[in-house]
């Protein structure tokens, strides 16, 4: 069994723990900024309980309410002028996701001199503290390294986040949700949904991480019927918030799939709240990696009461409504965002795995793992059937790339620490786009009126290959 656990994030769920807890605010510093948006955290009660705990511990306190949904760059950055110009120790983040991953960045730019564009470079060896206080559930960020910020400049949301953006203490009382409405509630809800979902079925999951994963989905299934039938009671809402902080912790060790990927660009061009953006691609999503994980999704419908996928999948329809129709032009389009997404430490560029594909293909090909173009090919054919397996469970790149480093690596032509920084050298290139960029058309096509067959999957494998081919001219 292989697993590794670190959450330097502590976690504290309790009726009134804010304003209960002088401890942690009064250990943090003497100011603090408070990141947050024009509405929630003031309506729901959680901004006044922050203001009366500093208040009453000295902490000056410095308020900045500009967070949009989909927080982008430029706000970040003008927040972390704010937190520079009051001299901020600590950031106290109160929201839903969007406030949540504001904080970190603004935690990062506030606590160091760079540039705005760095923060996607990962690089960055400090931070504020961060006391995160979701609102919502359904994030998770309270519990993750993760921020994800729309750049505008790249026309979709890219995300960053190490260990110095764990935030340090997150405090959860689901009496900040109880005023939620039923969209938000359901979006977020489906958002949560989805991280333990992809986490217990992303390659990267462990025993550890699927028992974490399992809870929150046999804790969620208590909640789906509710959820449908727009009974959400306050019991309801207390379970809600688990399965988000659950979602937060497995994904913060697994990371998400292709799913978050995509629905990003939703987000982006078709203003689809994240949550049922991520919801209207689990369809496409399970059909394509069924085969290969049928046990695992077989027994998450069991945990959800639902007979199978499918009726799964309606049900869920019922609850967000049908993807949106796209054109041949926005699936070309939106494959592009996503891969150059992964290529700046996003969704995919985050796991040097992702990357590997292209390494692995650029070793196989100059360190003669295979002697010539002919070889090239004999091998991946010999490999196709592994390759389609491989592809299918969360795929893609992944699913290549795994599977090609693991080849490497155990052939030793390439030590992992070797593996990693090479990967991230060659994660710009342009043969990572070649190489994968079949495939991903191919996910994405799903979400299209003409779903795609077995057979062009397979066509997409032969794709790829030939791609393979044409880098060895
Ligand atoms: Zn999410």
Redesign the pocket.
């Known amino acids: 069994m292989n697993y590794k656990w670190k959450l330097p994030t502590e976690v504290i769920s309790k009726k009134q723990c804010v304003i209960n807890n002088d401890k942690v605010f009064a250990s943090l510093g003497k100011r603090a900024i408070i990141v947050t948006g024009h509405y929630s955290a003031k309506s729901c009660g959680a901004l006044e309980d922050v203001l009366t705990v500093c208040n009453r511990n000295g902490i000056e306190v410095t308020v900045f309410d500009e967070i949009e949904n989909n927080p982008s760059l430029e706000t970040v950055v003008k927040g972390s002028e704010a937190a520079k110009a009051c001299q901020a120790e600590f950031v106290i983040g109160i929201g839903g996701?969007s406030p949540l991953d504001a904080a970190k960045a603004i935690a990062v730019l506030a606590g160091n001199e760079m540039g705005a564009l760095e923060l996607f470079k990962n690089q960055f060896q400090t931070a504020l503290p961060i006391i995160a206080i979701p609102t919502t559930a359904?994030?998770?960020s309270e519990v993750t390294p993760y921020s994800v910020i729309l750049r505008t400049d790249m026309q979709t949301k890219v995300s960053f986040g190490n260990e110095k953006t764990f935030p340090a203490y997150a405090l959860i009382d689901s009496k900040y949700i109880c005023s939620l409405n039923r969209n938000s509630t359901v979006n977020t809800a489906v958002?949560a949904f989805?991280?333990v979902f992809e986490g217990y079925l992303c390659n990267r999951a462990t025993v550890l991480s699927d028992a974490l994963a399992m809870d929150a989905i046999r804790v969620f299934g208590e909640c789906f019927e509710a959820l449908l039938t727009d009974k959400v009671t306050e019991e309801i809402r207390e379970k809600l918030m688990y399965v988000s902080l659950m979602g937060g912790i497995v994904i913060a060790h697994t990371g998400?799939t292709i799913v978050?990927g995509m629905?990003y660009c939703l987000t982006y061009f078709k203003e689809i709240p994240?949550?049922r953006a991520?919801g209207l691609l689990l369809k496409a999503y399970l059909d394509y990696i069924y085969d290969v994980k049928k046990e695992k999704i077989d027994l998450v419908m069991q945990l959800l009461h639902c007979r199978s996928r499918v009726d799964f999948t309606d049900k869920l329809e019922g609850m967000i409504g049908k993807a949106p129709l796209l054109s041949e032009d926005e699936v070309e389009q939106y494959t592009e965002l996503t891969m150059l997404q992964g290529a700046h430490g996003g969704t995919f560029g985050g796991n040097p795995v992702a990357c590997a594909a292209a390494l692995a293909t650029i070793d196989v090909l100059q360190n003669g793992a295979v002697e010539n173009a002919a070889a090239m090919g004999e091998y991946f054919k010999n490999e196709l059937e592994k390759l389609a397996a491989a592809f299918q469970c969360i795929g893609e790149v992944r699913g290549l790339g795994l599977m090609l480093a693991i080849e490497l690596v155990k052939e030793e032509k390439l030590p992992d620490s070797e593996l990693t920084a090479k990967l991230k050298e060659k994660v710009l290139e342009k043969n990572v786009l070649l190489l994968t960029c079949g495939t991903y058309k191919n996910v994405i096509r799903f979400i299209a009126p003409a779903t795609v067959t077995k057979e062009e999957i397979h066509m997409a494998l032969l794709t790829v290959r030939e791609s393979l081919l044409e880098l060895q001219k």
């Open positions: 996701g359904g994030t998770g958002d989805t991280h998400v978050h629905g994240h949550g991520n």
